[in-house]
C-alpha cells in the first residue's frame, strides 16, 4: 500500500471544523425548533426567532472558537447537534488556554466523571478519610458514620486467617492454599470451587429456605461491576431503570456513568416506612414512557440501603406481577441478606420464584462478600440470573471484571470452614444488633428516631426538626455543620435522592461501644445550637 | 437489535446480543478444539496441543519457591499488622506499597531508562480492564482508535465491545517487517476521516502481539510524532516488555518522553500487567500508567469496576519489592524464553518454515504462506483447519489478527515443557514432509 505522492505534513494547525456544515447545521437548527414548537407561543415568533437567533449564535460561537484556538493549543471540534455541547466546548478550550491541562481531547465521559467530587456522599468520605477519628490517637478526628463497612467481628476473621495461614499464605506443604493451579489463567466467570461455596453461603445467610444454582452464577470483582455488567445486558444507552428512593448512591455511577442508562426514581415516604407502592412504581413507569424513555427494569436493593427495611413476600410478588406486565427486568441488589438482626425473616427473589410459577427469565440478583463476610477489599461479588442469554452475555462481560484466582482459593477455603461460618454468622448477628439498639436508643434520646430496620449496617435517622428550613438546603446545612463542627461524616438524604428533606443514613459498624457516647455528644451539641437557631 | 415485545419473552441490550465479543473467531475455535482433546505427556498423547494461548509457565518454579522461602510479606499471622485494613481496603487509589512496587518493577524491566511515578499508576483488574478503561475514557462511542495490523484479536472486543468505539487498521506488510511507516499511518488515518470517525488515538502492542517483535526506536519517534501533529492520544501496551529476550532491545516510550523531558507526554498512556512476565494471569493485576492528570483521575475512578483484590496488592508487594528476587526472575525469564524461542525457530527451519525474525514475546510470527493453495484468507483458514484437525495443533491465524497478508500464523511456545514443544516440532515436521511428497 503505497502513495504515490511523498506525505507533506501540514503545519501544525487547530482542528476546525472540517465536516461540511450543511448537516450538522441543519441538525442544529432541527432540534431548537422542536423544542421550541413544543412550547408555547406563535408558530412564527415562537419558532422562527430563537431558531435564527440560536443559528446566528451558534455561527457566532463557531468563529470565535475558530479565532480563539489559533492562538491557544487546538482542542478539537465537535460537531455535535446539542447547543449545550458546544457551550461546554468553548469553556473547556478557555481551561486550555489557562494551561492546567493539556490540549489533547478526552472523552465526553470522561469529562463528566473527571469533574471534583461535589457529592457530599463523596465529600464526607474524603474528609473523614483525610482525619479520621481515633479514640486515643486522634480524638477531635472525623467520625465515620458514612460508609458501610462493618468491623464489629474482624477479629473472627484475624483469627482465622492466623489459624490457618500460620507461616505461609500457601500453606503447609502444597496444601489447599498453594499458587499451583491458581496462577494460570482462569474461568473468567469464576472457578466452581468458589461457585459451590458460594451457594452454601448464601443459602445459610438467607435462613436456609432457598438454594443457588452454581452454574447461574458469573463471579465478579465485587457488586460494583456485576450491577454495571447487568445493566450492559439489559438496556440500552439511553433507556431506563426505576429505582425506589431512597437508594444507595454508588448505583448513580454504577447504572449511569459508562452504560448511558438513566435512573428514573420512584419516591417512598415515611408514611409508609419508605417501602415501595406498586402505584407509584406504575405511575413512574407511565411518565417515564410518556416522554420517550424506554423503561428496561427495576433496579432495587433488598434490604434496602438506606432504610434496611425488608420487601414481604407479597410486595415480592407484586413487583414479579408488574414486571411481567410491562415486560421489564428486575435486579434485586441482596447484598445484605446476612446482615439481618431481630426476628424478622430475610426473603429471597430467588426462594419466591421457587415456589411460584413466575416467569424467571426477568429476575437477575446482586450479591457479594463485601457485607456479609466484611471483606470488601478481596473484591467478590456475583450476578445470580436465571436467563440463559444473560448469562451468557455477562460470563464474557466479567473478564473486564474479574476475581484473583489466588483471592478465589482464600475464599474458598474459608467459606468451607462451616464451624468457622457458623460463629461468625451468629456472633456478627448479635454484636450488629446490640449495635444498632445502644446507637438508635442513643439518638432518641436526642429526640431523634430511626425508620423501622431488620437488616444492615445503618439506621435512618429523621433529623428534619434540626435542619433550618424544611428543604434540601436546609438539610445540606446541617449536613456541613455535622461535618465540620460536629466532625461526624453521615450521609444526607438528598444524596440518596430521598424525597424528604431531613433524613440521614449514620452507619454504626465502623464503631466500638464506647464511641457511641462521643457521637451522641457531638450530635447534641450541634443538635443545641440548630434548635436555637430555627 | 434487542428482543421486542410482541414475543413473550423480555429483551436484551443490543451489547448483549452483538457479536463483537468476538469469540466465534477461529481465534477461540481453536481453544475449544484445544478443551474437548487436550493433550497431555503421558494420558492423551494424541490430543491437541495448545499453541494458541500466550501464558508463560517457563518460570513458574522461581514464583514457587519465592513464595515458599518468603513468607512475612504474605501471612496475616500473629503480630502481623496488615489484615485487618487489608481485607477492608477498597480504596481505587490502591495500596501504596503496591503501586511503589509496580513502579520499581517496571523500571526495572526497562533497565533504569525510565522512571515510573507511583502516583501516575491506576490499578485494573488485568490488561484486558486496562485497554477497555482507556477507551472509554479517550473515545466516544463512534469515534476510532488507529491499530496496527496484524494485532491481539482480543482488541476487537476489549477496544470495541461495551465502548463503542471503533478500530481502524493501520496496515503493515512483510515488505518491512510489518513495522509501521508513516504513509500507512497517514492511510489508516484519511481512511477512518472518510468514513466519518474521529481518531482518537493510536494503540500499540509494544513488543508486538503477535509479531514476538519490539519496535524500532526511530519507529516510536514517528509514531509519537504522529500523534502530537493530529493530537491525539497514543496508548502503548507494553505488557510483554519483560518478555523481551535482551534487555537492551526493548525501548520503551516512556525513555522518548524522558529523552524528551516529558514536552507533549500528555497524549500518551502505558499499559501494563504482571499476566505475561510473571506468568500471574490468575491474579488479575493490570496497570494504567498515564502521563496525563485528567486520564489519571478519571481512570482511578472507573477502576471502581475492576479492582484488584487487596490480599493479591499486598502479596506482590512484597514480592516486587524484594529487588533480589526481581532482578533474577527477569533475568532468568528473559534467558529461557530466548532459549525456547531459538529451540522453535530452530526447529521450524529444519521443517522448511520461515518465521519473522524476533525478539521478544511468548510467541514466533511463523510464514506459511508458501503452502497455501492460493493467496487468500480462505485458503489460510483451510490451511489452519488441516493443523487443527490432522496435525492437532492449535495455532492462530494471522486473519483472526487482521493480518492483510494471508498465511502468516501466531505460535506460542511459553505455555508448555520442553517435551511437549519437541513433540509439537515433530508434528510439523512430519507435516511438511508429508506435504513435500505430495
Same mark, same amino acid.
Given at each position: ?148 463497612? @462493618? ?171 408488574? *414486571? ?62 436465571? @436467563? ?16 484473583? *484466582? ?82 461526624? @461524616? ?45 | ?19 463483537? #465479543? ?47 522461602? #518468603? ?186 518522553? $524522558? ?9 500518551? #498512556? ?40 487487596? $490480599?493479591? $496488592? ?87 489478527? #487482521? ?36
Amino acid at each position: 500500500m503505497t502513495l504515490t505522492r511523498s506525505i507533506q505534513y501540514p503545519n501544525p494547525e487547530p482542528e476546525v471544523q472540517t465536516r461540511k456544515p450543511g448537516r450538522a447545521t441543519a441538525m442544529r437548527l432541527i432540534v431548537p425548533l422542536q423544542g421550541v414548537v413544543q412550547g408555547r407561543g406563535g408558530l412564527i415568533f415562537g419558532s422562527l426567532i430563537p431558531c435564527a437567533l440560536f443559528y446566528f449564535l451558534q455561527l457566532y460561537l463557531k468563529r470565535h472558537r475558530s479565532s480563539n484556538s489559533r492562538s491557544n493549543p487546538p482542542s478539537p471540534s465537535t460537531s455535535s447537534p446539542n447547543l449545550a455541547e458546544i457551550t461546554r466546548t468553548s469553556s473547556r478550550s478557555n481551561l486550555l488556554s489557562r494551561g492546567l491541562i493539556g490540549p489533547v481531547r478526552i472523552s465526553s465521559r470522561a469529562m463528566s466523571i473527571a469533574k471534583p467530587n461535589d457529592s457530599p456522599y463523596y465529600i464526607g468520605l474524603d474528609k473523614a478519610s483525610e482525619d479520621p477519628y481515633d479514640r486515643i490517637s486522634n480524638p477531635d478526628g472525623v467520625i465515620q458514620l458514612g460508609l458501610l463497612e @462493618n468491623r464489629l467481628c474482624f477479629d473472627l476473621i484475624a483469627k482465622w486467617m492466623s489459624e490457618n495461614l500460620s507461616d505461609s499464605m500457601m500453606g503447609r506443604e502444597g496444601g489447599d492454599l498453594s499458587i499451583s493451579g491458581i496462577t494460570t489463567y482462569q474461568p473468567v466467570d469464576g472457578t466452581m470451587e468458589l461457585k459451590l461455596a458460594m451457594a452454601g453461603f448464601m443459602s445459610r445467610v438467607m435462613g436456609g429456605t432457598v438454594s443457588f444454582e452454581p452454574s447461574q452464577m458469573v463471579l465478579t470483582a465485587g457488586a460494583t461491576p456485576a450491577i454495571e455488567t447487568l445493566c450492559f445486558c439489559l438496556a440500552d444507552h439511553g433507556n431506563a431503570f426505576l429505582v425506589p428512593t431512597p437508594y444507595y448512591p454508588g448505583f448513580d455511577r454504577d447504572v449511569k456513568w459508562r452504560t448511558g442508562v438513566e435512573l428514573i426514581p420512584v419516591h417512598c415516604r415515611s408514611t409508609d416506612n419508605f417501602i415501595l407502592s406498586i402505584t407509584a412504581l406504575d405511575q413512574a413507569f407511565n411518565q417515564t414512557r410518556k416522554r420517550g424513555t424506554k423503561i428496561r427494569g427495576i433496579l432495587l436493593s433488598n434490604p434496602a440501603n438506606p432504610v434496611g427495611n425488608l420487601l414481604s413476600r407479597e410486595m415480592l410478588y407484586n413487583l414479579l406481577d408488574f *414486571a411481567r406486565e410491562k415486560n421489564i427486568h428486575i435486579i434485586s441488589d441482596e447484598i445484605f441478606a446476612g446482615t439481618m438482626y431481630g426476628n424478622e425473616e430475610f426473603v429471597s427473589m430467588a426462594e419466591v420464584l421457587d415456589s411460584e410459577n413466575f416467569d424467571k427469565n426477568r429476575v437477575h440478583i446482586v450479591y457479594g462478600l463485601s457485607k456479609d463476610l466484611s471483606l470488601p477489599g478481596f473484591r467478590v461479588g456475583m450476578i445470580y440470573s436465571f @436467563n440463559e442469554n444473560v448469562l451468557a452475555a455477562a460470563r464474557k462481560l466479567t473478564r473486564f471484571s474479574s476475581i484473583s *484466582a489466588l483471592t478465589q482459593r482464600l475464599v474458598v477455603s474459608m467459606l468451607l470452614d462451616t464451624r468457622f461460618i457458623e460463629e461468625y454468622i451468629e456472633t456478627n448477628k448479635k454484636r450488629v444488633q446490640n449495635m444498632r439498639d445502644l446507637f438508635v436508643a442513643g439518638l432518641k434520646t436526642l429526640g431523634i428516631r430511626c425508620a423501622d430496620s431488620s437488616a444492615g449496617f445503618c439506621c435512618w435517622a429523621d433529623m428534619s426538626k434540626l435542619i433550618p428550613t424544611y428543604s434540601e438546603k436546609g438539610e445540606l446545612e446541617l449536613w456541613d455543620k455535622l461535618l465540620n463542627v460536629a466532625k461526624i @461524616n453521615v450521609t444526607p438524604g438528598s444524596a440518596c435522592h430521598c424525597i424528604e428533606p431531613g433524613w440521614f443514613r449514620c452507619c454504626f459498624t465502623t464503631l466500638a461501644q464506647e464511641d457511641i457516647p462521643v457521637v451522641m455528644e457531638r450530635i447534641r451539641k450541634v443538635a443545641d445550637t440548630s434548635t436555637l437557631c430555627s | 437489535m434487542a428482543i421486542e415485545i410482541e414475543q413473550p419473552s423480555v429483551g436484551l441490550s443490543k451489547v448483549a446480543v452483538s457479536e463483537t #465479543h468476538g469469540e466465534d473467531s477461529p481465534y477461540f475455535a481453536g481453544w475449544k478444539a484445544y478443551d474437548e482433546n487436550p493433550y497431555h505427556e503421558s494420558s492423551n498423547q494424541s490430543g491437541v496441543i495448545q499453541m494458541g494461548l500466550a501464558e508463560n509457565q517457563v518460570s513458574f518454579d522461581l514464583l514457587e519457591k519465592y513464595l515458599e522461602e #518468603h513468607s512475612e510479606g504474605s501471612s496475616w499471622g500473629k503480630g502481623a499488622p496488615g489484615f485487618r485494613e487489608n481485607a477492608l481496603f477498597q480504596d481505587y487509589h490502591g495500596l501504596k506499597s503496591f503501586r511503589q512496587a509496580m513502579a520499581n518493577f517496571m523500571e526495572q524491566i526497562r533497565g533504569g531508562r525510565a522512571k515510573f511515578d507511583p502516583d501516575r499508576i491506576v490499578l485494573t483488574a488485568g490488561a484486558t480492564a486496562a485497554n477497555e478503561l482507556l477507551t472509554f475514557i479517550l473515545a466516544d462511542p463512534g469515534d476510532a482508535l488507529l491499530v496496527p495490523t496484524p494485532y491481539y484479536p482480543g482488541f476487537d472486543r476489549d477496544l470495541r465491545w461495551r465502548t463503542g468505539v471503533k478500530i481502524v487498521p493501520i496496515h503493515c506488510d512483510s515488505s518491512n517487517n510489518f513495522q509501521v511507516t508513516p504513509q500507512a499511518l497517514e492511510a489508516a488515518y484519511q481512511c477512518a476521516e472518510s468514513m466519518n470517525f474521529k481518531v482518537r488515538g493510536v494503540l500499540i502492542t509494544n513488543p508486538s502481539n503477535p509479531l514476538g517483535a519490539t519496535i524500532q526506536r526511530s519507529v516510536l519517534e514517528e509514531i509519537l510524532d504522529f500523534a502530537t501533529r493530529k493530537n491525539i492520544h497514543l496508548v502503548s501496551d507494553e505488557i510483554y516488555c519483560g518478555s523481551t529476550f535482551s534487555s537492551s532491545e526493548f525501548i520503551s516510550v516512556a525513555e522518548i518522553l $524522558q529523552t524528551r523531558d516529558y514536552k507533549n507526554s500528555e497524549r500518551v #498512556h502505558i499499559v501494563y500487567s504482571l499476566s505475561k512476565d510473571l506468568g500471574l494471569p490468575g491474579f488479575r493485576v493490570g496497570t494504567i500508567y498515564s502521563y496525563n492528570d485528567k486520564v489519571v483521575t478519571t481512570a482511578r475512578r472507573m477502576s471502581s469496576f475492576t479492582l484488584i483484590s487487596s $490480599q493479591t $496488592q499486598h502479596l506482590l508487594a512484597c514480592m516486587l519489592s524484594n529487588k533480589e528476587f526481581t532482578e533474577k526472575y527477569i533475568k532468568t525469564n528473559r534467558e529461557r524464553l530466548s532459549k525456547r524461542y531459538d529451540m522453535i525457530i530452530k526447529g521450524l527451519k529444519n521443517a522448511g518454515i520461515e518465521c519473522l525474525k524476533g525478539n521478544a514475546g511468548l510467541f514466533c510470527w511463523m510464514n506459511l504462506s508458501p503452502l497455501l493453495e492460493e493467496p487468500t484468507r480462505e485458503a489460510e483458514l483451510t490451511l489452519w483447519k488441516i493443523i487443527l484437525n490432522e496435525v492437532r495443533l492449535n495455532i492462530s491465524p494471522g486473519s483472526s489478527c #487482521h493480518c492483510s497478508e494471508p498465511g502468516w500464523f501466531r505460535v506460542c511456545f511459553a505455555n508448555m515443557s520442553e517435551q511437549t514443544l519437541e513433540v509439537a516440532l515433530e508434528r510439523i515436521h512430519k507435516f511438511m514432509e508429508q506435504r513435500k511428497r505430495k
